[in-house]
């Protein structure tokens, strides 16, 4: 018998046998089979290890240290018009990916921007950007513009694009290529803190969140 492993890790499956944490898995039917019970197999172990579900999808970064927390400068936020963020967004995802790198003009975003996609509904922009930064191989992901960014009205601005990439993970798991759909939202000018700033972010993909997080686990060749 197998001892109960204290890590979760996959070894190399042949065609008709799948070794996962320490259970083998006879003559799985398929490899979508396989998967999903790699996928059970490994949620499993990663909630019994840390005693609690994963809050966000994929980001959940660990919270920041408390020396970094109190050396942390406070952004300067910049309002301006919304053709000038169609132009600085448009330069933060297509050159400087930031869907990967995290490299983002935070000026123009409010400090609670929600972020949203298929996966994941997190508040704040330093823990998106670290949860980015932590997750994504930004040397192995591209990002690239279908069309360029609209403005669809006063305070929303939209795009479309195709991405793909590999997540910093030990099995070394590929994004494979798929389009999104994006849109961008501008708090109205109304005095807030927040007014003139963009508050959220909210993306659709051509693939399900499930298909997405299935992916998460499915290694791949470097």
Do not use: M
């Not at 996959?10 to 008709?16: K, Q, S, Y």
């Not at 007014?195 to 997405?212: D, F, P, Y």
């Amino acid at each position: 018998k197998l001892p109960t492993p204290k890590a979760c890790k996959i070894i190399p499956r042949t065609p008709t046998n799948v070794r996962i944490v320490g259970q083998v898995v006879e003559d799985a039917p398929s490899s979508i089979s396989r998967r999903f019970i790699a996928l059970a197999a490994l949620t499993s172990t990663t909630r019994a290890a840390f005693a609690a579900p994963i809050p966000y999808g994929l980001y959940a970064p660990p919270p920041p240290s408390s020396s970094a927390s109190a050396g942390a400068t406070k952004t300067t936020k910049t309002k301006t018009t919304a053709q000038r963020y169609v132009d600085t967004l448009t330069d933060d995802l297509a050159n400087k990916r930031y869907f990967f790198t995290g490299d983002l003009t935070t000026e123009i975003f409010a400090d609670e921007c929600r972020f949203i996609d298929p996966t994941t509904n997190v508040k704040g922009v330093e823990r998106y950007l670290r949860a980015v930064r932590v997750l994504f191989d930004d040397s192995r992901s591209s990002v690239r513009l279908l069309a360029p960014l609209r403005l669809t009205s006063p305070t929303t601005i939209e795009g479309d694009y195709v991405a793909e990439g590999y997540l910093k993970l030990p099995w070394n798991p590929k994004v494979p290529a798929y389009e999104g759909h994006i849109v961008w939202t501008i708090a109205p000018d109304d005095g807030s803190p927040s007014a003139g700033l963009i508050v959220e972010q909210r993306q659709t993909w051509s693939v399900s969140g499930n298909k997405a997080l299935l992916e998460t686990f499915t290694p791949s060749v470097r």
